[in-house]
């Protein structure tokens, strides 16, 4: 039986090393053509005189419907493999890991697999984004009464 610190010893050694400024550079150049795309949306989506609340909520819902088909024919997962975080910080990530765990468990029927499963991932994110957004918050609160 192997031990815990050979078995760390073993991935290190076969493991070969994440180029790390390559990965920065395709993080952040697929990150911002995602934006990018989404500013074309934007102004796609104005030049049919969509206004308001209407076109703010077209674009996010778009990219997420792009994201998700792409998940469910396994491209989103290509593309991520060579854009590391640029294709997880934008809205299109959460889409992504949402849709990843409906496929991953839809085999166990859609109430105990897909509907128990579906925010495995994004479960952690929305709890620690909203008590992120709560802390921020009261700190901007306290900051702006207590500062003049």
């Known amino acids: 039986m192997i031990k815990e610190n050979e078995y760390s010893v073993l991935v290190k050694k076969h493991s070969k090393p994440s180029p790390k400024p390559k990965d920065f550079i395709m993080s952040f150049v697929i990150g911002g053509l995602i934006c990018t795309f989404g500013e074309f949306l934007f102004n796609f989506y104005a030049s049919f005189d969509i206004k308001g609340d209407i076109l703010k909520a077209a674009v996010p819902s778009t ?24 294709t997880l910080v934008p809205i299109t990530g959460f889409a992504n890991a949402i849709c990843s765990s409906a496929i991953e468990y839809k085999n166990e029927g859609f109430i105990m697999g897909v509907g128990a499963s579906i925010f495995k991932i994004a479960g952690p994110v929305i709890l620690y984004g909203t008590a992120a957004s709560i802390i921020y918050g009261i700190i901007y609160y306290l900051i702006k009464v207590l500062g003049g």
């Open 63 to 86: 990219l997420i419907v792009i994201a998700a088909f792409l998940t469910g024919f396994g491209l989103y997962e290509k593309l991520a493999k060579h854009a590391g975080a640029g």
